[in-house]
Every structure is written in structure tokens, then in C-alpha cells.
């Protein structure tokens, strides 16, 4: 058969094209273990105090207790809530450090869409599965693991129902821009539907509509909580000054919000999940697997109530010792 060799030949170039289409390498984690300076990447998606505190807790962490010889170098760049921002501060973070970590969802999942090689934290992420950072909570992608914080929401419905026993409505303001968000705010409806509650969602794709909005579910709610949202939180003086126009309790879920004038919440110390992100990223420097470093779930909290905003509300604290007491507010 004269055209069997040429047969052959194209035989064998189409295994090599569909084995080239089929192979997908593992991409490889780079180990720092030996390196004398590591260069950490920290891209936080946009001030305000519980990000901000995140940030530090994480930095000062990461420069405690270097083993002899260690260097930390520190990048810090905030994209304050720009998407366009967060897609070219991923970039070059990417490109000029050994790993990277992102505070708040968009900006972890801006540097895990950038790299897929380079180890990538998440903190301050709620619904890391949700969010495609990662398939399951039980083991962290090729690149990418870190905290999972989720909202302490038995206990957030405990305090509200302690605090406000003839609450029947619940609004919930929050950003639909967020993926974050969405499934928080599922959760919560669910579980507070559950305790007889009637849930108002309020999704306002920008800053720009939340004075509306809040002036609007004011007239309608007995309460109003807010989820672990960071456009609603780089807003919450606006969001508390409405509110206290209208007479009405917000439960946010980080207590840097109820010191600037929140009712109560249940909330994670935002520094010391910077401290465990660090702890993390320790322990990949000291030679561990990214693999073998498991996403953690933060899901517990301390109840925290303002006093000052309750007394301005006219709502009576109970006699309890399962919260902690602010006697301050923002004025």
C-alpha cells in the first residue's frame, strides 16, 4: 500500500495534537521554603476599618517572629472598589511577588483569575464555593486557599430576637454586585424565615442608590441587617445616618459598624483574621504544601450591642452577660 507511510505520519501527528489538547499539567506551586526574601502581594478591594484592620493584622503578623535569615517584602495596593483597578493591581502584583493574597471576594478572585501557578490567600471571603475560588471548602484548589468567614447567623438572630422580642419584619441591604453577598443573604433569609421572621431584601447595584433605598425599606422593616458586604460597609455612615432618622435598628455584622453607629451584631475580630491569613501564609513559607493547607471556616462570633445607640432607640437591654456592651457611638 504506497500511501501507508503517509497514513501513518498523519496518524501520528493527530495523537500528538489530541494528546497536547487533552494534557493539562498540574500548574506547580513554587517552593519558598529556601528562599531568603519572600515578596508578598496584598490587594485589598477598598477602604474601610474592618478591611483596613484585616490588612494590618495580616502585615504585622507575616513580619513576627522571621526565622534567621528571613527576609518580608510587602506590597500593599488598594483598588478602592474599582473593577478595572482590581484587574491591573492583580497583574502587577502577580508579576512581581512570590504570592499573593486578597482581601475581600473581588480581589481574591481578580488574582486567582490572573494566576493560576503563584499561591494565592483569600480573606475576608464568605462564600469562597459560591465566589469559583475554589470547588469545595474541604480542600483548597491547585493555587488558591485561605479564610472562608461566614456569618454567625443562629446567633445574629439570637441577639436580634433578645434585643427587639416584637420584631416581626427584616430588611436586608446589601450589593448585588457582590457574589459574596447573595448567598449570605439566602442563608439568612432562610434561617430567619424559619424563626417566623418576614425577610425584605433590598440589592442596590451601586453606592449611588443606597440613600434612596434606605429611605424607602425605612417605612417598611422593624430592623434592618446587613451582611458581610463591602459597598455597604464603605457607605455605613450614610446608611446609619438615614437610619437614625428613621428611627430604625441596623444589625451590621462587623463591630467597626456598630461603633460607628449600629445597633448590635455578631462579629469575627477582623485583626486577628488577619493574624490567622498570616498564619496561613507561614506556613507555606515554612515548607508546607499549598495543598496541605486547609481552608479554614470562621463561623463563631462575640455579641456586641451599643448602648448608647440603644438608649437613643428607647430599647431596653436585657440583663445578660453574653455580650459585650459599647458605650460609644459616632457622632
Avoid at 2 to 20: E, H, S, Y
Avoid at 138 to 149: D, I, K, W
Wanted: charged share 15%; proline share 6%.
Amino acid at each position: 500500500m504506497k500511501n501507508k507511510p503517509l497514513i501513518l505520519t498523519l496518524f501520528a501527528l493527530v495523537c500528538l495534537v489530541l494528546g497536547a489538547i487533552w494534557y493539562q499539567p498540574k500548574p506547580m506551586v513554587k517552593d519558598l521554603q529556601h528562599q531568603s526574601v519572600i515578596r508578598v502581594g496584598i490587594l485589598q478591594l477598598v477602604t474601610h476599618e474592618a478591611l483596613d484592620q484585616i490588612c494590618a493584622g495580616t502585615i504585622a503578623e507575616l513580619k513576627a517572629d522571621l526565622p534567621k535569615g528571613k527576609q518580608i517584602h510587602i506590597e500593599v495596593l488598594n483598588a478602592e472598589g474599582d473593577q478595572n483597578k482590581l484587574q491591573t493591581m492583580s497583574k502587577q502584583l502577580v508579576s512581581k511577588n512570590d504570592l499573593v493574597i486578597g482581601i475581600a471576594t473581588p480581589a481574591a478572585q481578580a488574582l486567582a483569575h490572573t494566576t493560576k501557578e503563584k499561591p494565592v490567600f483569600m480573606s475576608a471571603v464568605s462564600d469562597p464555593v459560591g465566589a469559583k475560588l475554589v470547588t469545595n471548602l474541604g480542600q483548597p484548589r491547585s493555587n488558591v486557599t485561605g479564610l472562608a468567614t461566614q456569618l454567625p447567623i443562629t446567633k445574629t438572630l439570637d441577639l436580634m430576637q433578645s434585643l427587639l422580642p416584637q420584631l416581626k419584619t427584616i430588611g436586608v441591604l446589601y450589593a448585588s454586585s457582590e457574589d459574596n453577598s447573595a448567598s449570605q443573604v439566602a442563608a439568612f433569609t432562610q434561617k430567619a424565615q424559619a424563626r417566623g421572621y418576614h425577610v425584605k431584601p433590598y440589592a442596590v447595584p451601586s453606592t449611588n442608590e443606597i440613600a434612596t433605598t434606605m429611605t424607602v425599606l425605612a417605612q417598611s422593616v422593624d430592623a434592618l441587617f446587613i451582611p458581610q458586604d463591602n459597598t455597604i460597609a464603605s457607605a455605613f455612615p450614610l446608611v446609619v445616618k438615614i437610619a437614625q432618622a428613621q428611627q430604625l435598628p441596623v444589625f451590621p455584622s462587623v463591630d467597626t459598624m456598630v461603633k460607628a453607629g449600629g445597633l448590635a451584631c455578631v462579629f469575627q475580630n477582623q485583626y486577628q483574621l488577619g493574624v490567622k491569613s498570616a498564619k496561613q501564609v507561614k506556613q507555606l513559607i515554612a515548607g508546607k504544601k499549598l495543598k496541605d493547607i486547609p481552608i479554614e471556616v470562621v463561623d463563631d462570633g462575640q455579641a456586641l450591642v451599643n448602648s448608647q445607640v440603644a438608649e437613643a432607640l428607647k430599647i431596653p437591654l436585657p440583663e445578660s452577660t453574653n455580650y459585650q456592651r459599647l458605650s460609644t457611638a459616632a457622632h
